[in-house]
């Protein structure tokens, strides 16, 4: 793939069981060729995704992340992708406030039957990623101690 | 703890661009694994064989197969686990085969991507909890959705084994679209003679309650536990006492309604039972054609009724049934022919659809089998018929072949002659598919014994030329133009998803294709099973299919809901969320985010807090990303082990 003759970025994928996760088989199974730099999550449904994982990733230096889910309305648990929707377009909004360009983030919806969507999907995000390149690492003493306080509190339970 | 890796060739599937050695081989640098290996077919008899040798020879306590999709085999390698003696939640997967081997060309990116996914699995295993399944109750009742030969199939089937069974059809009389047909294919024999009997076994059956001219308003629940709130259309007629004698309709003065039933050639009443086959057979108005419920005067069939079963009044009710399963067979509906403006559809009333011809042809049809033009009511002489329209056709967003339009050409071409020995058929045809049992050699019986004419080519243009219509089109195994005088033009429609199937598949919760029709939980392998548990397909809402499918596939829907009412208890699955009562401040986001209402508030030494109906909720983890306090988590997908995914992938 043309994006990937250069290196190879870090991008997390977080996708839904039902919908997105079945749909990445489908590519795998029509053979549909994608860049290698995605790694997947796999989750119930993108309604079980707490903002702050992205902002995990990108703290820990993730070049991109993408989230997909289901078509709305079409939820395996009727309004997980709802819930996730406005989480994902608050989070969206709080990126470059937090000093992450929101390029290097998305969230989309694939169903299980779109395998040739998942490819374009793939393929389109990696290369906005390249485009924007590896991501600059961040000054500790920001706001963002806020954030890893959270996180490391929870993973303390 | 101590962990096992395997890393599976699959063949060459993964081994051909993964070098599954050097994965195994990396995974031994992780942390707490103390085998790894890699194995030709982890799946495969020896291969898990050799899993349970390793968990017994190294004590494991968890095991990571980096193989396939876990949605086709995490089942079979949890079970592996439990034949050994583990919990079978301490298993996890690296899906290195559709997400790598299959993707990737780069044999070194893609060893490299296998390692960091096994790498995660194994960081989410070491957090893995021993879970264990609770059990509960099943309502062995099943609910069918839609009448058509697919659910009649299946309803009978249930009900025959013993289960209680509602069929709930949108129409006014169950028989789907093959109660409209004449004759079937490959064997030309009379449609109704064979489905009319099954029919009136399903008005008579003990365990089957029918609902007809009723739809699906809601699913709430969980298999075995379903929910379903139907809305019973109003009929204006009590059919608790309506006779079926047909009074009312020899009285009703709307005699222009279009008829439903005939594909809207010929007309009907605004009261009117279907057709005489109907089950039930009963009344029902037409609310827009009815002059009473239009303009508030008339009432005759009121007058005429010997029962006084006329109800004007009469408003939909909601029902609301609890049922265990529920097969979907909800069928298709034709293309809509008049999208193809060169063939005139819609313009020209010669121009017809293959279920207009097959009304036309049907001897309860509105010409009592008598082929008559539209137009003019004359005898046609020449009919052309035009295949795939709507079908294998990428502009108009129908790149699939309807499957079953070819034969019913076939058999109309052989009706037609029967019916008129001096007639001409044409058939423009792309390929002929005909891969049935005596399939093909009907369609040879059409063109060697019955004289159809089949011309492979597109037709171009219809243009109507002395009363009569001139067919313009291509020959293209001679390599010419074409062009025949016709009387009649018949157009083999296609088929496409139900209108509303989408709305009813989100009301499923079941997941649907690009074109609309129910997604099957794996097209091989489970081909009447859905995504969610307790829901079944039949029938064509899952792809265009012909009779013989849709009824094996009815029977097949049926057997799986025999087989899952067979237990009494179903085991729950314990991925399901967990409240640390400590932590949690009783601020109750999670009950009002839950969509399935598993969540509710307890009192705890006087203060509020969360409690999880354990059998009702169903792991989607909603709450956890609501909770301000991580204090609800969902079990075998914790912040902690998505957490450790992640840093595995970034530190």
Not at chain 2, 160 to 183: A, H, N, Q, T, Y
């Amino acid at each position: 793939m043309s994006v990937n003759e250069g290196k190879e970025l870090r991008i997390i994928g977080f996708l839904c069981n039902w919908c997105s996760y079945a749909g990445a088989d489908t590519a795998g199974v029509g053979r549909f060729a994608q860049p290698t730099d995605l790694r997947i999550v796999r989750l119930p449904c993108t309604g079980r995704i707490n903002p702050l994982f992205i902002v995990r990733a990108f703290m820990n230096g993730a070049d991109g992340v993408l989230v997909s889910g289901c078509h709305p309305r079409d939820c395996h648990y009727s309004e997980g992708n709802f819930y996730a929707r406005r989480r994902l377009e608050v989070l969206k909004a709080l990126l470059p406030v937090i000093g992450v360009d929101p390029g290097r983030f998305e969230y989309t919806w694939v169903s299980a039957s779109e395998g040739q969507r998942w490819r374009s999907v793939v393929t389109s995000f990696t290369e906005q990623v390249h485009a924007l390149g590896p991501m600059p690492g961040f000054k500790s003493g920001t706001s963002l101690d806020m954030c890893l306080c959270h996180m490391d509190q929870t993973q303390a339970l | 703890m101590n962990i096992g890796v395997f890393v599976c060739h699959c063949g060459s599937n993964i081994a051909g661009t993964v070098d599954t050695e050097a994965v195994a081989k990396a995974a031994l640098n992780f942390r707490e694994v103390v085998f790894a290996t890699d194995t030709m077919y982890a799946c495969s008899e020896p291969g898990q064989a050799g899993i349970v040798d390793a968990i017994k020879t190294y004590d494991l306590d968890g095991v990571v197969v980096a193989s396939c999709t876990p949605r086709m085999h995490e089942a079979t390698f949890r079970r592996t686990l439990e034949r050994a003696g583990l919990n079978k939640y301490m298993f996890e997967m690296a899906n290195i085969r559709e997400h790598v081997s299959w993707v990737g060309k780069d044999k070194e990116a893609n060893t490299r991507k296998a390692e960091e996914l096994v790498h995660m699995a194994v960081e989410k295993l070491r957090r893995n909890d021993y879970l264990e399944a609770g059990e509960f109750d099943i309502n062995k009742r099943v609910m069918v959705i839609g009448g058509g030969v697919a659910g009649i199939q299946a309803a009978l089937d249930c009900a025959d084994g013993g289960l209680e069974v509602v069929l709930v059809e949108r129409e006014p009389s169950i028989g789907g679209k093959m109660s409209k047909l004449d004759k079937t294919f490959p064997t030309v024999d009379c449609s109704s003679c064979i489905l009319g009997p099954k029919m009136v076994d399903v008005a008579q059956h003990p365990n089957i309650t029918l609902y007809t001219l009723s739809e699906v308003d809601s699913v709430k629940g969980f298999v075995g536990n379903f929910d379903v709130t139907v809305r019973r259309k109003a009929a204006y007629v009590d059919w608790d006492a309506c006779t079926g004698c047909g009074e009312c309709a020899t009285k009703c003065p709307s005699k222009k309604t279009p008829d439903r039933f005939n594909e809207f050639i010929g007309t009907t009443t605004a009261i009117n039972i279907p057709f005489p086959q109907a089950i039930p057979k009963k009344a029902s108005i037409n609310p827009e054609a009815c002059i009473m419920l239009t303009k508030g005067k008339c009432g005759a069939c009121a007058k005429a009724c010997p029962t006084e079963a006329i109800r004007f009044d009469q408003q939909d009710e909601l029902v609301t049934e609890q049922v265990g399963a529920i097969i979907a067979a909800t069928g298709y509906d034709l293309f809509d022919f008049t999208k193809y403006g060169e063939y005139g559809g819609g313009r020209y009333p010669d121009v017809i659809t293959s279920m207009q011809y097959e009304r036309l042809l049907s001897a309860s049809g509105p010409t009592e089998g008598h082929i008559k033009r539209p137009s003019d009511g004359t005898e046609p002489k020449d009919i052309v018929f035009i295949q795939c329209v709507g079908s294998r056709d990428k502009s108009i967003g129908r790149p699939y072949c309807s499957g079953f339009c070819c034969m019913y050409t076939a058999k109309q071409t052989i009706l037609t002659k029967d019916h008129m020995p001096d007639s001409q058929s044409y058939v423009f045809y792309m390929d002929i598919r005909s891969p049935g049992k005596n399939y093909d050699e009907f369609t040879r019986r059409a063109m060697e014994e019955y004289g159809a004419r089949y011309i492979r080519g597109r037709v171009s243009a219809i243009q109507p030329k002395n009363g009569r219509y001139l067919v313009k089109g291509a020959d293209t195994l001679l390599g010419q133009q074409v062009e025949i005088e016709a009387d009649l033009i018949v157009l083999a429609v296609g088929a496409e998803a139900a209108k509303g199937a989408g709305e009813l598949a989100e009301k499923l919760r079941i997941s649907y294709d690009p074109y609309g029709f129910f997604l099957e939980g794996h097209p091989k392998l489970k081909p009447v099973e859905t995504n969610t548990a307790g829901i079944y397909l039949a029938g064509s809402c899952q792809g265009p299919k012909d009779i013989p499918s849709s009824v094996a596939q009815g029977d097949a829907a049926a057997a799986k809901v025999l087989a899952l009412f067979s237990k009494d208890k179903l085991a729950s699955d314990p991925q399901v969320s967990g409240v640390k009562l400590v932590r949690c401040i009783g601020c109750g986001k999670c009950e009002s985010v839950c969509p399935f209402g598993a969540i509710e508030m307890i009192d705890f030494r006087g203060m509020p807090k969360a409690s999880v109906v354990e059998t009702v909720c169903q792991g989607c983890g909603v709450c956890t990303a609501a909770c301000p306090q991580g204090a609800i988590q969902l079990r075998h997908f914790t912040d902690n082990q998505i957490l450790a995914e992640v840093n595995t992938l970034c530190l």
